[in-house]
């Protein structure tokens, strides 16, 4: 009876039995007017259902919530969760063979991997691709870390309205995820590091017809990923999420994605302690010239090669493990087979690095080491994360005292206050934004520069919060100390004037404080009133949601016991 009234139903939209007797695909559409960067998801749908029925599959396009990282209040990774369950809900609820994720923006990427992982439906994940670079004067600009340069100048009173209104025009002039090594962009690298996205897909802009030809080329393969039964838990190993990793390293990739793969590992059953990263780190070169760490933009790694270019250079060095399996068939070591090696000089070395280098050889990296560090003590005894290579020279070893935000409002209401207490050499501690403090977990980790500190000169200063920072963002910036402050966390206990010390060599951040002084504060501690939530979603987030070195995703949906770091509270 479900059968019949189920084909019957579907022949009401032009299907016929040979329709239905195929593949049945997917297509988890995020276009939306509400999230620019997935603007040209109607189109490469369009492209991927050609490939699925080239390939003899049906298929079909649904909705799910999108995530817009600019247009959403108070944070897009209030809701990262909530879409991965959104995801994984109607691929599990509907007869789907197979899916094509459309991702792009920051959250929409991690959050289709977490749901496709959960559903293991066999699964492919398509983003959108960067925009083109933006023009001002004659300059090329990067969204969003040239959003963020630009305001801190217009702040500090060097450039006026005019500049800022023209910049307006040209700074995002297409379709496509911010156009820098942010958190969208990391993403998308992950998923083709991982196995989960065609070799080559990541970095093609998102206005270039090679993406739509890629888009049908998915369709194609999603069809025969289907037919060979090939399912995320079949790509989504220990190793995988390893190969990731070094990828991130090697690229300078967003914080965010520690905690994105950490999610998406959890979905798996795969724990990846903030160790791991560090570890694979500190044996990794950062050789990808690309901001806001270095000094190109998505378009430019596409012509240098892509994500495979990086792979094939880390291959070279047996950084990775190639035996991998991926939604192909192939490993990642079969994949890589076609894939140029970097220019050989005439010395016999791996090429001249000229300025114009965006994929660097490992024997002269950019840096020795990966864009990531975690640092430990006993300001962050669950850990916490720095960008590394965005860290200005004289601050990554520093020790300064302390000026003190409780909150995003504080912060807002004291930071340009022109009597604030605050040098060049102050430490800026912002608490509880951490995932149950804010709630969410926003990208405020970033704490502007006081008016009167820009006014000087000084562009960067050590910032230390239970946050998370756009991964377009740079600058000497502690994130996700956990335990956060909400919970009891040690950042919760720090007051103004506390001496902090942090060296990043040494992944070591300190708090000076005695311990039996930190015994009396902690007696007199209470947590904020934003862990009192009283209906819905936000309450059925601050009661699940994990540490941040638990991947802030919630407990009821991991695949293996909680990692530790749960928290306090
Ligand atoms: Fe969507 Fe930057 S705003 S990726």
Redesign the pocket.
């Known amino acids: 009876m479900y059968g019949f009234v189920r084909r019957a139903f579907a022949k009401s939209m032009g299907l016929d039995d040979a329709d239905l007797a195929r593949p049945i695909i997917g297509i988890a559409q995020t276009q939306s007017d509400l999230?620019?960067?997935?603007n040209n998801f109607r189109e490469l749908a369009e492209y991927v259902k050609r490939g699925v029925w080239q390939a003899g599959g049906t298929p079909l396009e649904f909705p799910t919530i999108s995530l817009?990282?600019?247009f959403m209040r108070p944070t897009t990774m209030l809701y990262r969760n909530l879409m991965a369950m959104d995801t994984e809900e109607m691929i599990r609820a509907h007869p789907l063979d197979g899916v094509v994720l459309l991702g792009?923006?920051?959250k929409t990427t991690p959050a289709q991997m977490m749901g496709a992982a959960s559903a293991n439906v066999p699964a492919i994940m398509l983003t959108g691709g960067p925009h083109l670079s933006g023009r001002f004067r004659g300059e090329s600009l990067g969204?969003?870390s040239d959003c963020r340069r630009f305001w801190a100048e217009y702040r500090a009173g060097t450039i006026d309205e005019d500049a800022m209104r023209e910049l307006e025009e040209g700074i995002n002039r297409s379709d496509g995820?911010?156009t820098v090594m942010?958190?969208?962009?990391t993403m998308a690298a992950m998923a083709e590091a991982l196995g989960m996205s065609l070799p080559g897909s990541a970095a093609i802009p998102a206005p270039d017809a090679r993406r739509l030809r890629m888009a049908e080329a998915v369709g194609r393969q999603v069809v025969e990923t289907v037919r060979r039964g090939i399912r995320p838990s079949d790509v989504l190993t220990q190793r995988a999420f390893e190969n990731a990793i070094r990828v991130m390293m090697a690229l300078g990739g967003s914080t965010n994605a520690v905690i994105h793969l950490t999610a998406i590992a959890g979905r798996a059953g795969i724990q990846l302690p903030l160790d791991l990263f560090d570890r694979i780190s500190s044996e990794t070169p950062y050789i990808t010239n690309l901001r806001p760490s270095g000094t190109f933009h998505m378009e430019q790694l596409y012509e240098a090669g892509g994500v495979p270019a990086v792979m094939k250079e880390l291959a070279r060095g047996g950084l990775l493990h190639l035996s991998e399996p991926t939604i192909t068939g192939q490993t990642i070591g079969e994949q890589l087979e076609r894939v140029p090696l970097l220019g050989v000089d005439a010395s016999g070395g791996s090429g001249w690095c000229g300025p114009d280098r965006v994929v660097y050889p490992l024997e002269q990296p950019l840096g020795p080491q990966g864009g990531i560090a975690i640092l430990r003590g006993n300001l962050a005894p669950d850990g916490a994360v720095i960008k590394q290579t965005a860290v200005s020279p004289h601050l990554r070893r520093h020790r300064g005292q302390a000026v003190v935000f409780s909150s995003t409002d504080d912060l807002a209401e004291r930071i340009d206050d022109p009597l604030l207490d605050v040098t060049a050499e102050s430490v800026l501690v912002l608490q509880n934004t951490g995932p149950r403090g804010a709630p969410g977990m926003p990208e405020a980790g970033g704490l502007p520069i006081p008016k009167k500190l820009l006014a000087q000169g000084v562009r960067d200063m050590l910032r230390i919060s239970d946050a998370r920072m756009?991964?377009?963002g740079y600058g000497a910036v502690v994130l996700h100390v956990a335990p956060e402050a909400a919970v009891g966390g040690p950042l919760g206990l720090v007051r103004s004037g506390d001496w902090i010390a942090l060296d990043v060599a040494a992944r070591s951040l300190r708090l000076e404080v005695a311990d039996d002084e930190l015994a009396r504060r902690r007696a007199a501690w209470r947590p904020p009133a934003s862990l009192r939530q009283s209906r819905g979603y936000a309450r059925m987030y601050v009661e699940h949601v994990l540490q941040a070195d638990g991947g802030a995703d919630f407990d009821f949906l991991l695949a293996s016991p909680s990692p530790s770091g749960r928290g306090l509270g």
């Open positions: 999230n620019n960067c997935n817009g990282e600019l792009n923006c920051d969204a969003c995820h911010c942010g958190t969208a962009s756009s991964g377009t």
